[in-house]
């Protein structure tokens, strides 16, 4: 079992940083990989990011590529840096871990999550 609690979502203006961040406890949760999903109204939960148990793999939907960065610390923390915020980018994010060892996209691949924590953007 992994426990996430996740911080850092606000209210920013477009073209704004915001850095989330997102605690994890648990056992053997050093090999998880860990994920950053959002959904918007009316939506379907997305990837936005992913990073592999070691750091070393990373996956970012289109959408995000160049202006979000997922890392992850020896803390057990893993880390969304956004940049060059847009309107489109307002959801609620959610900080995720799967025991697998891919960097999966798809949020049915995740077994944990964090409680969510909404991001607002305005123009």
């Known amino acids: 079992q992994v426990q996430l609690v996740e911080s850092g979502g606000g209210l920013v203006q477009a073209g704004g940083s915001l850095r989330l961040s997102c605690a994890a406890s648990?056992?053997?949760?050093?090999?998880?990989?860990m994920g950053w999903f959002r959904q918007a109204p009316g939506k379907e939960r997305e990837i936005v990011a992913a990073?592999?148990?070691?750091?070393?793999?990373t996956y970012y939907a289109d959408s995000v590529k160049g202006r979000f960065t997922i890392s992850r610390d020896n803390a057990k923390t893993v880390y969304l840096q956004m940049n060059s915020l847009k309107p489109e980018d307002t959801a609620v994010y959610y900080c995720?871990?799967?025991?697998?060892?891919?960097?999966?996209?798809?949020?049915?691949?995740?077994?944990?999550w964090g409680q969510g924590t909404q991001v607002t953007v305005s123009s």
């Open positions: 995720a871990a799967t025991v697998a060892q891919r960097v999966g996209v798809l949020p049915n691949e995740y077994d944990y």
């Open positions: 648990g056992r053997t949760f050093s090999r998880y990989t």
């Open positions: 990073i592999s148990w070691y750091g070393g793999s």
